[in-house]
Nanobody, 124 residues
């Protein structure tokens, strides 16, 4: 129904920046009807929420650990959600997953649709 493909991950030094992209597609997908989010999971840690955006883009939410450094945005015409990551820290190292849910907002633990993830590594 919905397929999500992340891109933009890589290796960056502390203080650097990366922009992740998530391209959504599917027979029933309409970007204006799906809320989107980013989660991440580091080795040995549980998956954690990073950022979310409502289907209209009118409201955004961030975890305290990334607030002020990361920015989530979306381009509904391109069916794409972005995560601009600035001032990266080693603790940001994780696999980042795109997530989607049909509706205004993404549930706390994420919606039912997940991408395969993209690795972000921040060197010390």
């Amino acid at each position: 129904q919905v397929q999500l493909v992340e891109s933009g991950g890589g290796l960056v030094q502390t203080g650097g920046s990366l922009r992740l992209s998530c391209a959504a597609s599917g027979r029933t997908f309409s970007s204006s009807r799906y809320a989107m989010a980013w989660f991440r999971q580091a080795p040995g840690k549980e998956r954690e929420f990073v950022a979310a955006i409502t289907r209209s883009g009118g409201s955004k939410d961030y975890s305290d650990s990334v607030k002020g450094r990361f920015t989530i945005s979306r381009d509904n015409a391109e069916n794409t959600v972005y995560l601009q990551m600035n001032s990266l820290k080693p603790e940001d190292t994780a696999v980042y997953y795109c997530n989607a849910a049909y509706g205004v907002a993404v549930p706390t633990k994420g919606g039912p649709y997940w991408g395969q993830g993209t690795q972000v590594t921040v060197s010390s």
